[in-house]
T-cell receptor
């Protein structure tokens, strides 16, 4: 089964600073999803990457998928308090199933 | 973006009773929906894939007779936790797959079994 390793597990960043979260897979990724979750709430879809080398941006968040399609990074520029939360990467489980396997998440705290 | 709702948002029940959770895609049709479970401070774990008009597919270790899934229409899937026990207490989240393959998640249902 596919495993996703996220790093760091937690991150405290001063407001206005940039940050990067990584997601590494043990297998080739056929679809990589980034979500944001506030504890005890649902997931907010951020971006989906499918092609090697693909990069997408939304407001101050940029996600990239490497050429080998085994690693993705999420970069936040000029962080704001609204960016605080748990960031999860998810990928197609494989084996014919379409459900997502998730990493353990990165807990982001923004210090004012 | 697409909206997925869940009902109820939280439920407390006695051990041995059954609880039904609804998942609805509000502004799009979803032939496939998914049910996940999340324990405190852990990530989401896929429980089952719900297919409209056919039987659900369960992940290894998930009891199909305990977690009954029905996908009666293109906008509604239900998860029934039968004979609930305290160890079933968890945060249950559904997702619905849109045409572009993106999965949109509901707000979750917190189940507490006393």
């Amino acid at each position: 089964s596919q495993e996703l390793e996220q790093s760091p597990q937690s991150l405290i960043v001063q407001e206005g600073k940039n940050l990067t979260i990584n997601c590494t897979s043990s297998k080739t990724l056929y679809g990589l999803y980034w979500y944001k979750q506030k504890y005890g709430e649902g997931l907010i879809f951020l971006m989906m990457l499918q092609k090697g080398g693909e990069e997408k941006s939304h407001e101050k968040i940029t996600a990239k998928l490497d050429e080998k399609k085994q690693q993705s990074s999420l970069h936040i520029t000029a962080s704001q308090p609204s960016h605080a939360g748990i960031y999860l990467c998810g990928a197609i489980s494989g084996g014919g199933a379409d459900g997502l396997t998730f990493g353990k998440g990165t807990h982001l705290i923004i210090q004012p | 973006g697409a909206v997925v709702s869940q009902h109820p948002s939280w439920v407390i029940c006695k051990s041995g009773t059954s609880v039904k959770i609804e998942c609805r895609s509000l502004d799009f049709q979803a032939t496939t929906m998914f049910w996940y479970r999340q324990f405190p401070k852990q990530s989401l774990m896929l429980m089952a894939t719900s297919n409209e008009g056919s039987k659900a597919t369960y992940e290894q270790g998930v009891e199909k007779d305990k977690f009954l899934i029905n996908h009666a229409s293109l906008t509604l899937s239900t998860l029934t936790v039968t004979s609930a026990h305290p160890e079933d207490s968890s945060f249950y989240i559904c997702s619905a797959r849109a045409v572009e393959d993106t999965q949109y998640f509901g707000p979750g249902t917190r189940l507490t079994v006393l």
